[in-house]
């Protein structure tokens, strides 16, 4: 497809298990964001991917998650010892060029479940 | 440290009625202002983009307006309709992130 894909559309996990997201970015976008957005709450950045550059890993709420995009295409978000506050659905962006001067492009998300 | 607040939270209209949606933003340092409407159970879907030279972006119904200096963007819709229905976010690009407001959750009724 020509859109961002995210698997899986919904995970859901025990409490203290790891899980890994998925992004596809489009084809050809250098810059990959992913947020996170919990029940009747605002979008949260987590990390930001351009290019080559080392990340912007700001967004990041603990050292529980971690992320790396690969070959500058797909990226996975890492998150271990699953907590019941993580629960949210976790959002992937993608854009051209320099990011942020350009329209950004979401994927549907994954609804994550910690119980 | 910027932040974007959008007004109202909430608002449901009859529809055919014109419409405008807020957003404020504390720094006028901006790279661009973006409008995404949100769908229960979807994704994010990007509606208008204006970067911070411009001052409006136009896209059938609906038209951005932007202004830098007194830190307010405004999202208009004509002639609502029930499929308009959506929960509208409004993002500044900044310092390498974008900065979300909470949304508006708009609702039009048949």
């Known amino acids: 497809g020509a859109g961002v894909s995210q698997s899986p559309s919904n995970k859901v996990t025990e409490k203290g298990k790891d899980v890994e997201l998925r992004c596809d970015p489009i084809?050809?976008?250098?810059?990959l964001y992913w947020y996170r957005q919990s029940l009747g709450q605002g979008l949260e950045f987590l990390i930001y991917f351009q290019g080559n550059s080392a990340p912007d890993k700001s967004g990041l709420p603990s050292d529980r998650f971690s992320a790396e995009r690969t070959g500058g295409s797909v990226s996975t978000l890492t998150i271990q010892r699953t907590q019941q506050e993580d629960s949210a659905v976790y959002l992937c962006?993608?854009?051209?060029?320099?990011?942020?001067?350009?329209?950004?492009?979401f994927g549907q998300g994954t609804r994550l479940t910690v119980v | 440290k910027q932040e974007v607040t959008q007004i109202p939270a909430a608002l449901s209209v009859p529809e055919g009625e014109n419409l405008v949606l807020n957003c404020s933003f504390t720094?006028?340092?901006?790279?661009?202002l973006q409008w995404f409407r949100q769908d229960p159970g979807k994704g994010l879907t990007s509606l208008l983009l204006?970067?911070?030279s411009q001052r409006e972006q136009t896209s059938g119904r609906l038209n951005a307006s932007l202004d830098k200096s007194s830190g307010r963007s405004t999202l208009y819709i004509a002639a609502s309709q029930p499929g308009d229905s959506a929960t509208y976010l409004c993002a500044v690009a900044s310092n390498y992130q974008l900065i979300w407001g909470a949304g508006t959750k708009l609702i039009i009724k048949p």
């Open positions: 084809s050809g976008h250098t810059a």
């Open positions: 720094d006028s340092a901006i790279y661009n």
């Open positions: 204006i970067q911070s």
């Open positions: 962006a993608s854009s051209l060029g320099s990011g942020l001067n350009t329209e950004a492009f």
